[in-house]
Structures are given as structure tokens and as C-alpha cells.
């Protein structure tokens, strides 16, 4: 009686691990299948560039900055972007002699990655 109470108890556990797992995947794929898109203003960070280099990795996404240039405001007035997935990529270098660099929308939909400065972005959008 006790072995098989015992083999119940491995099965729920082992059949709730798997339904985890399944949900995890679900959430995955259709995060992706929705796209990934964020807003990189003048007032972004090293390290919020960092996590968000992190971030797309999660998704297979590879995104590099470099060229990052801060004047004495901490905001950014030079940065090259680069996205590359398996089906295409995208580069964007922004150098601002006076001032700062507009808003830039990075990201992928329908699996094309995209990189574009945005006009304006509300205040409630921005980081």
C-alpha cells in the first residue's frame, strides 16, 4: 500500500512539473510570436543597455551597443545599435553634436527585427 501511494505521489509530482514546463513554453512562444519591441531614450543607462542586450538574448535575439557617448546631463548623444536574428538585422548609429539623441524604437515583429528613431514617445512610455 505504502509503494503505491508512494508511485502517486512521484506521478502528480512529475505530471505538474511537466504541465509547468508546457505553460512556461506557451508563454515563451507567444511572447515571441507577439514581438518584442522596447523604447531606448537619451536617458538610458550602461547597465539598462546591458539588461535590455539580456533581455533580447532570452528570445534569440542578438543585440550589441557600442560608440555609447554621455555628456554631462547623463544623457546619451552617440550609440550604435545592432539586432540580428535568424532571418535578418538591423544597424542604426546616432551621433548628436548638440543635445541628445531622439527616442529609438528597437525590437521584432513577425520575426523582422527593426530599429528606428521615434519622433515622440508620450512621458508615460518612457523608462
Known sequence: MKLRYTFFLIFLFTFFSNVLTAQEKKSFLQHRFDG?????????????????????????????????????????????????????????????????IPSIKIGETNGIVSISPVDHISPKNRN
Open 36 to 100: 518584442f519591441i522596447e523604447i531606448i531614450h537619451k536617458n538610458y543607462t550602461k547597465e539598462k543597455l546591458t539588461a535590455l542586450k539580456n533581455d533580447f538574448a532570452r528570445i534569440g535575439i542578438d543585440f550589441t551597443f557600442s560608440k555609447l557617448a554621455i555628456n554631462n546631463k547623463n544623457e546619451i548623444t552617440s550609440i550604435t545599435l545592432k539586432l540580428k536574428n535568424n532571418k535578418s538585422s538591423a544597424a542604426l548609429t546616432l551621433t548628436m553634436n548638440t543635445g541628445a
